[in-house]
């Protein structure tokens, strides 16, 4: 079965870097490509942008742009986002999604990141 | 591409029809219009795509509908575990966007 296995939370100071991985299981992760979401506390979802698999070809949310890094290792199928510059209001769960069919039809469990001095 | 829905909230009781209205700031491809269902502590779950198919599993009480800059997403009885915030979304110009969402909550 198609699952997306993302990293653990992480506490991290304002200006620091993070970077949380979405591990792929049970689809041919070159196939599809992964977006990346935030949801910050109690506020609804948030578009940050994507990258296929197989090119590596990205797009970012003009938000983010100049911030945020997403890779991705076709040989482990695991994609990365990377985000930096971290702020207090960058605090939120980050999800990572396959997309698929024009919407997102598996999620990840989500990765906590809290940013705090 | 802005997507608004509304209402914010939506006080009804279980059995009671749902309508929830995701509204654009332009026209959208009914093919990259989706709603999602999110419940606390969990990641969205897939109901609609294309703006009318059901995703596999999804009991047929939930249908979407719409076209253009305006879509809706029915529940026809709400149970129990229907309570929840739902997401529109749309994809286009390799840009995606959500609506801010509409909580159903128990009345």
């Known amino acids: 079965q198609v699952q997306l296995v993302q990293s653990g939370a992480e506490v991290k100071k304002p200006g620091a870097s993070v970077k949380v991985s979405c591990k792929a299981s049970?689809?041919?992760?070159?196939?599809?490509?992964i977006h990346w979401v935030r949801q910050a506390p109690g506020q609804g979802l948030e578009w940050m942008g994507w990258?296929?698999?197989?090119?590596?070809?990205?797009k970012y949310a003009q938000k983010f742009q100049g911030r945020v890094t997403v890779t991705r290792d076709t040989s482990i199928s695991t994609a990365y986002m990377e985000l930096s510059r971290l702020k207090s209001d960058d605090t939120a769960m980050y999800f990572c999604?396959?997309?698929?069919?024009?919407?997102?039809?598996?999620w990840g469990q989500g990765t906590l990141v809290t940013v705090s001095s | 591409i802005v997507l608004t829905q509304s209402p914010d909230t939506l006080a009804l009781s279980p059995g009671e029809r749902a309508t929830l209205s995701c509204r654009a700031s332009?026209?959208?491809?009914?093919?990259?219009l989706a709603w999602y269902q999110q419940k606390p502590g969990q990641a969205p779950r897939l109901l609609i795509y294309?703006?009318?198919s059901r995703a596999t599993g999804i009991p047929d009480r939930f249908s979407g509908s719409g076209s253009g800059t305006d879509f809706t997403l029915s529940i026809s009885r709400l149970e129990p575990e229907d309570f929840a915030v739902y997401y529109c979304?749309?994809?286009?110009?390799?840009?995606?966007?959500f609506g801010g969402g509409t909580k159903v909550e128990i009345k």
């Open positions: 294309g703006a009318s």
């Open positions: 990258i296929n698999a197989n090119s590596g070809g990205t």
């Open positions: 979304q749309q994809f286009g110009s390799s840009l995606l966007t």
């Open positions: 332009q026209s959208v491809s009914s093919s990259y």
């Open positions: 999604a396959k997309y698929g069919s024009g919407s997102y039809d598996y």
């Open positions: 049970g689809y041919t992760f070159t196939d599809y490509y």
